[in-house]
């Protein structure tokens, strides 16, 4: 097994009213250079976001949302952002703004895999919780 190297990430908020300040957590970002690894995964719980805002956008939002792993992919498909260097796009998609996507503040984590970290997080602050028996 490689040995740890940390990790950067940040999580996916949806933000369906603004000057509400209400969020759901839809998605985590994780960037580790040493491991050339930029990748992040989505899934946004409309049945949470209908609760917050019931007249939000859903599908701008899933579009929004859908652009995010393709610019942490890069190449001509994420148009010009994915055409920057991995760091630079990592940059891009944490870059504080105040529209209906946002991102946490950035933290960082060990790990020596990436890829099971993003899952670990994914779990852990995307997903609901399971009912214990």
Same mark, same amino acid.
């Given at each position: ?26 998605? *985590? ?9 930029? @990748? &992040?995964?989505?899934?946004? @719980? ?11 956008? *859903? @599908?701008?939002?899933?579009? &929004? ?32 703004? %105040? ?26 602050? *995307?997903?609901?919780? %399971? &009912?214990?028996?």
């Amino acid at each position: 097994m490689p040995d740890p190297c940390t990790y950067d990430y940040a999580v996916v908020r949806v933000v369906p009213d603004v000057q509400r300040a209400e969020f759901v957590n839809a998605g *985590v970002i994780v960037a580790c250079m040493a491991r050339g690894f930029l @990748d &992040a995964r989505i899934e946004l @719980d409309e049945a949470r976001l209908r609760a917050l805002n019931p007249a939000a956008d *859903v @599908d701008a939002l899933r579009g &929004a949302l859908a652009a995010i792993p393709a610019i942490c992919a890069g190449g001509d498909a994420a148009g010009p952002i994915g055409r920057l260097s991995m760091r630079e796009r990592f940059d891009w998609l944490v870059a504080p703004r %105040s529209t209906s996507i946002q991102v946490s503040p950035v933290h960082t984590g060990r790990s020596s895999d990436p890829a099971a970290a993003l899952e670990r997080l994914l779990q852990r602050v *995307v997903r609901r919780p %399971s &009912a214990k028996p």
